[in-house]
């Protein structure tokens, strides 16, 4: 399997375990990330706020680039792809289509419609197959209790990006089932972490984020996961004004969605940034069951 590698700006700065941690995997699965070092930031949301032509534009550019190379887009933050589909949504209308299309062909970069935007959860669940992601396990992670944690933009808008119910989803908890990790259901599983207010409405978003990791802790997470770097700076980074926001203390450590996997498929913590995390993350490790590891591949 070949891709278009989009990891997003987080994953390239200070989220590069995310980047680590993904290759680890992609590695692991066969799976050929080709670079585009031209690729542009997505606009986070705030362009599209500000600008829709100007945000849809920016996305046409990069889907017309994977598209010129005949590849489908690999994304790894919920942002990412909320943006990348929402733009090859709107490129269905033909009112907007004529704003765009002029700006690409000044460009160079036309763009068809014909690039898929893979968020690595889709790829894995329903590309690679939960069965081959089960059948490469070397390190069950039987014993920790694990939240997953969706991020808006990977359920929301519904039926424009979304793979899966906003609601009630399940990729994620199917995944961590296969890597032998047990899901921990709750409702702030498919909130919003509060990143997109963070540096204007710091003490409110700060106890959104607080709010959610609390209701995964009050259900018996040992830690929680995340398939968006956003999400996760809010959740781990953040996490000292999240405990002072909701006045209690949280200790959660958190992953990146594909260190777990990684660590499933025999990663040791180095290879996938483990220790540039701000809360520690050993405290979950500690519950995987010692005898739960599998022989190593032949």
Not at 116 to 126: W, Y
Request: one cysteine or more; hydrophobic letters at 45%; charged letters at 20%.
């Amino acid at each position: 399997m070949k891709l278009a590698y989009y990891p997003g700006c987080v994953a390239q700065e200070s989220g590069r375990e995310l980047d680590m941690a993904t290759r680890w995997v992609s590695k692991a699965l066969g799976i050929e990330l080709v670079e585009f070092p031209t690729f542009s930031c997505c606009g986070s949301g705030f362009v599209d706020e500000a600008n829709l032509t100007l945000n849809v534009a920016i996305n046409a550019r990069n889907l017309g680039l994977a598209e010129r190379a005949g590849l489908d887009i690999l994304t790894i933050c919920s942002t990412c792809q909320g943006m990348l589909s929402l733009a090859n949504h709107r490129l269905e209308d033909p009112a907007i289509r004529a704003r765009v299309d002029p700006a690409l062909a000044k460009i160079g970069v036309p763009y068809k419609g014909t690039v898929k935007v893979k968020h690595l959860l889709e790829v894995l669940t329903r590309d690679i197959g939960l069965d081959a992601v089960r059948a490469r396990v070397r390190r069950p992670l039987a014993g920790m209790k694990v939240g997953a944690f969706y991020g808006c933009h990977l359920l929301r808008p519904s039926g424009e990006s979304s793979m899966e119910s906003p609601e009630e989803p399940h990729s994620f908890e199917d995944l961590l089932d296969a890597i032998g990790a047990e899901p921990v259901m709750y409702r702030g599983r498919v909130m919003c972490c509060g990143f997109p207010i963070l540096f204007v409405k710091g003490e409110t978003a700060n106890r959104i984020s607080g709010r959610q990791i609390a209701d995964a802790k009050d259900h018996g997470a040992h830690a929680m996961a995340t398939p968006c770097p956003l999400c996760h700076l809010s959740l781990d980074a953040y996490q000292n004004k999240a405990e002072a926001a909701v006045g209690r203390e949280l200790a959660m450590p958190v992953f990146h969605l594909p260190q777990l996997v990684a660590l499933a498929f025999g990663a040791a913590p180095e290879e996938i940034g483990l220790p540039r995390h701000l809360v520690p993350t050993g405290s979950a490790l500690a519950h995987i069951r010692p005898n739960s590891a599998a022989a190593p591949p032949a």
